[in-house]
């Protein structure tokens, strides 16, 4: 009698994977391969989202870092020239951007604490830009935004706090709880506002301020009193940072290079953006926002493509041809079943 060998199993970590993958062949790797190499062109190359982090282009751009508040976009990545994918080389340079654009961008400040930021073009290569009493001077001469954008924009060289994000700064604080070195221990708001900030600080050690909600802030600064909050206006203004470039006369600080742009926030008195970290390089530029896409009571469209036959056929054409693929298969499967039940 001969012994049967024991059907061959698989491991169950393998079993787990190729329910997700399919078989391990290598007609699936070269299938998977393609897949990835298409999607890597597509959103190195052609088009991408990104989630705005945080509120420095408002009212334009909503920003949120909560998943799926803040607005996302729509870059066109292609106009530039395409880049390889998760570096700032770009294989061919064949575009630039204009003034007023919106762009997406990769920080020039390794620290920054949004590597990928989205901000207006304001300056271009070679001219010389002031800013003044809001407004935005180029060559000399007054550079006047679209007419849909003139009650938005309003450029300062100064950086301001409304009181909620006061607050917020003041739980930022809390976190930390310890004894600012640039503060009297003696002056009453600052008696006031440590009692404050040891008091909430177990509450808000563990949360992530930026994406808690301005009525939230409220709540947790009840009763703080107006001179706490005059108080942390004294403190940032004394630690703001530098704004040299766009303000100050000197050529190092006022033209802007070759191959770069003077990039801003439309939300001037709350952006970290170009006033201080200066020119950005024409490579870090990753592509131009034309439209924003959710939330679906936010969508806009920058750029007017949605009005051409490409971009009817990029916002109705591809999503019914995905559905008619979908109800295609459908089709045939159900048609499967019923002949194999007919044989049956």
């Known amino acids: 009698m001969t012994d049967t060998p024991p059907p061959f199993r698989r491991h169950p970590l393998r079993r787990f994977l190729e329910s997700l993958t399919g078989p391990w062949t290598w007609r699936n790797l070269f299938g998977w391969t393609a897949l990835v190499v298409a999607v890597l062109f597509v959103k190195g190359c052609l088009i991408d989202q990104y989630t705005i982090p945080s509120g420095s282009m408002e009212p334009t751009l909503k920003g949120d870092p909560r998943f799926f508040m803040g607005d996302r976009v729509l870059v066109n990545k292609w106009k530039f020239g395409p880049r390889i994918p998760f570096t700032t080389r770009r294989l061919w340079k064949w575009g630039t951007p ?4 919106i762009v997406v961008f990769r920080s020039i400040d390794p620290e920054s604490e949004h590597p990928i930021l989205i901000k207006r073009v304001i300056g271009l290569p070679g001219e010389k830009v002031k800013i ?12 006047e935004p679209p007419e849909e954008l003139r009650k938005v924009l309003h450029y300062v060289d100064k950086l301001s706090f409304t009181d909620a994000e006061k607050k917020r700064q003041l739980l930022k604080l809390a976190q930390a709880n310890k004894a600012l070195p640039i503060l009297n221990p003696q002056h009453p708001p600052v008696i006031e506002m440590y009692a404050f900030m040891e008091r909430v600080h177990p509450r808000v050690t563990e949360m ?5 909600g301005d009525e939230e802030i409220e709540s947790l600064c009840m009763g703080v009193g107006q001179r706490v909050i005059d108080l942390i206006d004294d403190i940032y203004d004394f630690v703001q940072p530098e704004m040299p470039y766009g303000i100050r006369d000197e050529e190092q600080y006022s033209v802007v290079p070759e191959n770069h742009y003077l990039l801003l926030g439309d939300n001037s008195e709350q952006s970290l953006d170009g006033r201080m970290y200066g020119w950005v390089p024409h490579h870090h ?13 936010h969508r806009q469209d920058f750029t007017g493509f949605s009005r051409k036959w490409w971009g009817k056929l990029l916002l109705y054409g591809i999503p019914t041809l995905i559905v008619a693929s979908e109800l295609v298969a459908a089709l045939r499967r159900r048609r499967k079943k019923d002949t194999a039940t007919a044989k049956e």
């Open 98 to 101: 204009d003034r007023w654009d």
């Open 132 to 143: 003044r009493d809001g407004r935005i001077l180029i060559n000399g001469k007054v550079a």
């Open 208 to 212: 992530d301020l930026d994406a808690v």
């Open 285 to 297: 530029l990753y592509g131009q926002a034309f439209a924003v896409w959710w939330p679906w009571s």
